[in-house]
């Protein structure tokens, strides 16, 4: 790595991360110039181990001897800069002292990521950058093998979703999806039970599910507010629902990713 001290906010070598304010990147559903940030050096280590690759670094002095462990045998430039000028340069206090460019990877084709998988999760419109992160989060660690995201979801190598995923997002094997249809016929192809998370009369229960569950499934969790689009549960072999009580009729979609995982691998 070559390391470079940066004094002045206004250098140029440091537009990849000039007024990284959340609400400036949410507008971004994926960031120009096909890069994304990491930030903290546990989710750049994640991101290194799973082969993407640097475009630079911009590293707190506190912090130069961390980053050196990550990306010191990389030709990579590391900006070494002042705690004031990392903050004026994106907008917020860089706790965790390390952020990096990263160059967004080329997404694989959905059958690639189903190949070999037994348990997938797919995220239909989920607009909320947490609970993307959240939900890759609750695959990672609850055996999820593959993550589908669709077209008009959050993008989950945007900031929040990385730092709220841990990582993660660069553990689990993931692409978007094209169109329902094509992804529903890859999906049967490989022998997958479409089971869509929903509030139905006529869906089963996650515990009658679980019990005898096919060997292959895909879970389809719904946006926020809205739910799963019909194309969504039209496409589904079995409607699932979490049972609840105290008045409540459904959970965070996170939370309900992670209870639908979590009885999936009982």
């Keep these: 790595m070559d390391l470079l001290p940066v004094t002045d906010p206004d250098d140029r070598r440091l537009d990849d991360y000039r007024g990284l304010t959340d609400t400036a990147l949410r507008a971004l559903s994926e960031p120009a110039g096909g890069l994304y940030i990491a930030e903290s050096t546990k989710v750049i280590a994640r991101a290194v181990a799973a082969g993407h690759r640097p475009r630079s670094v911009l590293v707190q002095e506190r912090r130069v001897d961390d980053i050196r462990a990550i990306v010191g045998d990389l ?130 229960t996650l515990d009658a599910y679980a019990a005898d569950r096919p060997a292959r499934v895909a879970l389809v969790m719904g946006s926020e507010g809205d739910g799963l689009s019909r194309e969504a549960m039209a496409g589904a072999d079995t409607i699932v629902t979490i049972p609840m009580s105290g008045g409540v009729d459904s959970l965070n979609v996170a939370s309900a990713a992670a209870v639908a995982l979590w009885s999936m691998k009982r």
Excluded at 133 to 140: D, E, L, Q, V
């Design 75 to 204: 030709d990579v430039p590391v900006y070494v800069v002042p705690d004031q000028v990392a903050e004026a340069v994106t907008g917020f206090a860089v706790h965790r002292g390390t952020i990096a460019s990263m160059h967004r990877p080329t997404l694989p084709p959905v059958r690639d990521v189903l190949d070999g998988a037994s348990l997938v999760l797919i995220l239909e419109n989920i607009g909320d950058h947490t609970n993307v992160g959240a939900a890759f989060r609750a695959a990672a660690g609850l055996g999820a093998d593959a993550v589908l995201v669709s077209p008009g979801g959050a993008d989950p190598l945007y900031r929040r979703s990385v730092r709220v995923s841990m990582g993660t997002v660069f553990q689990v094997p993931w692409t978007r999806i094209l169109d329902w249809d094509s992804a529903i016929a890859d999906l049967h192809a490989a022998g997958f039970d479409i089971a869509a998370l929903a509030l139905r009369d006529d869906a089963v």
